[in-house]
């Protein structure tokens, strides 16, 4: 989505990826992460994105896209054709939950997904104070967020158990970027402002 | 307009003596093309694009002629200096197909075997007919790989067979508003288009030349029908609507819609330069056209043929309804299979299949991002 400079969910992200992986990254703003995937890894990537300057920006960085509505499903990509699926930062944006996780682990061995969490403190306590949370994982108003869905970590693990899906890796970050420090679920669901995770289907 | 025209331009034919036998199994002995360029090709060779053109294009694609100053090519809003296709960079080669009526060989020609127009005798042609001469083209001026074939509608079609063809000699194909070949509908509405050439009166069975005539009002309809598919039914609306031309009915078959004056007009000025002969050789080689039919009309094998270091841009418009963005999703789905670098921009512009004919910026900013990123 919106696209800022050193995005500590990107290093995770570049550390669970293997050299010269097929990755696909869905809604991948100006390419940036897949940029930065074919610089480090030497990836081959492919980038999807439904809006026009973003897909201008991504072919200025000379990154491959495909423009397409995520809501439509993956239909243009055939299945297990990629190592890694990414969707970072976008889940929250996307109607249809379940579609997506299901085609992103149809084209892919195995998806990755970042996602602002909801339960985090500050945005507890701003609608404690009445008001709904802004910082900087929701950046957004609530007159003009792109966020559909608005869930929690422990949400998300529950949906993932009830859908059949492996969690590989997670990482739970601050809204500084730092790694949240907790063992129990409960605590990390209540430090973390971003969290990352990598997931497999079930065998 | 961005950046600027490449100026005065001219063409050039260049004849070829060696015989080109067809898809179709017929041969023509020897043919000449018509060719412009612009811009310089560098001393490796290595930063020519090739345009190729649709139905009714040829090889005068950008500038103008020194005694023709209202004569602009039909692509010059997207090529010259700091325009997307950037003449300070590439060299850029426009030719007029063979088939055509634009000074390439075609029905039109002298037939050596007879000494008269060539007319229904001309051999048909196939998409990878008018690849195969243009790689000859390409030996000319000792291009062994061009740095972008590109093309629009049947161009776009090249564009791919190109990539297939001759998968070493294509570094990218740009395909726009194209499909992987015709559906149904497609070839019907070019089968209407050719029966209105073949049974006007002045058709002669394709010999209209020795009997001093041509078939005016069959190419007329066939251009009128073809334009209406070109545009988007938005399109119409806005530009004609239900408009009258005296506001009032006249109750009787003259004009009275806006649309009617419109149409006639396309039609009567299309009618008056362009070859019945070759429209329909055009058309024909559209509906042949099928690149996964010798691989069981498997798309996906067909592509496989490409060369995995080819790069591809596939576009489309919102509004196309003759070669939708569906159709254009089909070879993108293609390409992806086969792990191709592509990238698919689908463009929302008002002008049908047109679109691709149009300046926009959007739609220019693309292809100029795309072609920035060649490297040479």
Known sequence: ??????????????????????????????????????????????????????????????????????????????????????????????????????????????????????????????????????????????????????????????????????????????????????????????????????LTRTR | MAGQSVGVVAAQRLHFSEPLHLRSGGVLPSYDLMVETYGTLNAAKSNAILICHALSGHHHVAGHYTDQPGNIGWWDNIIGPGRPLDTDKFFVVGLNNLGGCHGSTGPSSINPASGKPWGADFPMLAVSDWVTAQARLADCFGIDQWAAVMGGSLGGMQALRWSITFPERVR???????????????????????????????????????YGTRPLRGLRLARMLGHITYLSDDQMGEKFGRELRNNAFSFDFDVEFEVESYLRYQGDKFAGYFDANTYLLMTKALDYFDPARLDDGDLVKALGRTDPRTGFLVASFTTDWRFSPARSREIVAALLANGRNVSYAEIDLNFGHDSFLMEDAHYHGVVAAYLRNITL
Not at chain 1, 6 to 33: H, K, M, N, T, Y
Not at chain 1, 139 to 151: E, K, M, S, V
Not at chain 1, 172 to 182: F, I, K, R, S
């Open chain 2, 172 to 210: 990218h194909a740009i395909v726009i508003a194209s499909a992987p070949k015709l559906s149904a509908q497609n070839i019907a509405f070019n089968d209407v288009a050719r029966q209105a050439i073949l049974t006007d009166p002045d058709f002669h069975g394709g010999h209209y030349y020795d």
């Open chain 1, 1 to 198: 989505m919106t696209t800022l400079p050193d995005r500590p969910d990107f290093d995770l992200i570049a550390s669970w990826v293997e050299p010269g992986q097929r990755v696909l990254d869905l809604g991948c703003g100006d390419g940036s992460l897949l940029k930065r995937l074919i610089n480090e890894r030497n990836v081959q990537g492919w980038g999807v994105e439904i809006d026009d300057a973003n897909i201008l920006a991504a072919l200025q960085n000379g990154i491959n896209v495909i423009q397409s509505n995520l809501e439509n499903g993956l239909a243009d990509f055939a299945d297990q054709a990629f190592d890694h699926v990414v969707l970072s930062r976008t889940l929250q944006t996307v109607r249809h939950t379940e579609g997506i996780l299901n085609e992103m682990l149809r084209v892919g061995r195995a998806a990755v997904v970042s996602f602002p969490n909801f339960a985090y403190w500050r945005n507890l306590r701003a609608l404690l104070d009445g008001r709904m949370p802004v910082s900087e994982d929701l950046p957004y108003q609530w007159y003009d967020t792109p966020n559909a869905r608005f869930f929690t970590l422990l949400d998300f693990e529950a949906l993932c158990r009830q859908m059949g899906l492996s969690i590989r890796e997670r990482q739970v970050l601050d809204e500084a970027g730092q790694p949240v420090e907790a063992t129990r679920d409960e605590d990390i669901n209540f430090l973390g402002s971003l969290a990352v995770y990598r």
